[in-house]
């Protein structure tokens, strides 16, 4: 069983390139560091298996991918202890001994615990946006994002007829990876809607000034010398009787059918925004992503204090950007310690702060050429909007009908947002389809209200935990 500390100086949660980073930046300035990552190993879902992937031909991922190796050696001389397998399911205030700052509840091998730190970084990173569409539950229709993550930790690849759907560059990047593992793709079903190249076009020279324009260019070029791309695509729907058989979809008036065994959808990734939302870090509206984030300052430091959030937890800029934006946190961090004056933090930033803006250039062109359309984020009545209490959409607009005005009201008619995801499926689906009913914008609508605890508890945890106020707080949050 892992040994915990009673109390660290800085516990970092999530361990993508953001948490790898910070982590290491805290450590080796001396700090008492801790890492919790829900994973067996390292590299969050970006770098996900790059200690272990059995992928030995480094074509296959390509580059970027190897890139994260980079980040490991220096987080393990760090001297940061790493804690794998830890699902962390709490973030409470001390109230006992406010120096101490943080209780942190968090389960192992089934065993919960509830060490100490006096600052904490979040690095939960992102997550795919909900792709509600006819026909999204049914066997062999699943998320980009999970072909990935067999593909990077097991090798394993799609064999049959395979289609992907949305829009966004890293499901041209799928496409590219899956073909050089010798996957042979169907169609590639780009749901980018006409004219978001014209309202890109502002955004184009920072673009094309950036590395993205080289590699996106040639990504693209190779996908579409052997995979059929239709653009412009519309209208979606998975069809079967108990599993996927085939995919409907539209071009403007035209309709086409294509056999398949296996659909994957992609339109992009959102903040994963459970645990700062339960632990109270305030809440924006990103118009040009279209979802919420986090609040945070230029440091990361969200709107609770000594709770910072790094990489794209707390808006979508990428890897790279993550790594950079992960040490501008610790450098804050470390200077909320008193470890680092403001004028030594600042110094230290600086090369990081440069770094951090090389590689977000070009970003702007991305968001507002691949923000998902509305058709696709306000499903058709019969979809299905929550997976856990199987609600369609149709459900939550009645529900607005007769007076509901939110998510957390809709809780009580219907129950969405409180199975096992904890909302993570069903979010900004549910808050576009409120906005949608009511006429007004998503930002008005608002978000789930989560509370502790953010991923599901056994009764044994629960039981062994000390019966003090604070760890019962911990659980249902009581104040």
Known sequence: MTALNATYDVAVIGAGPAGLAAATVAAEQGAATVLFDEQAEPGGQIYRGIASTPLRDPAVLGADYWHGAELLEPFRGSGAQYVPGAGVWSVTPVEDAPAAGYEVGLSIDGVAHLPRARTVILATGAQERPFPIPGWTLPGVMGAGAAQILLKTSGIVPSGRTLLAGCGPLLYLLAWQLQNAGVRITALLDTTPRGRLRGALRDAPAFIASDYFAKGLSLMRQVRRHVRIVRHVSALAALGDGRLEAVRFSV???????????????????????????????????????????????WGASSVQNVFVAGDGAGIQGALAAEHRGRIAALAALCALGRLDAAARDARARPHRRALERAVRGRRFFDAMFTPPHAFRVPQDETIVCRCEEVTAREVREAVRVGCPGPNQLKAFLRCGMGPCQGRLCGLTVTDVIADARGVPPAEVGYYRLRFPVKPLTLGELAALPQTQASQAAVVRLR
Do not use: K, M, Y
């Not at 056999?259 to 959808?265: N, P, Q, R």
């Not at 994963?272 to 990103?286: H, M, T, V």
């Not at 118009?287 to 609040?295: A, E, K, N, Y």
């Open 252 to 298: 403007g008036e035209r309709w086409e059918e294509t056999s398949a065994d296996l659909l994957l959808l992609h339109q992009g990734v959102v903040p994963n925004l459970n645990l700062p939302s339960a632990i109270g870090c305030a809440q924006e509206w990103d118009p040009t992503l279209h979802c919420f984030r986090p609040r945070t300052d230029a």
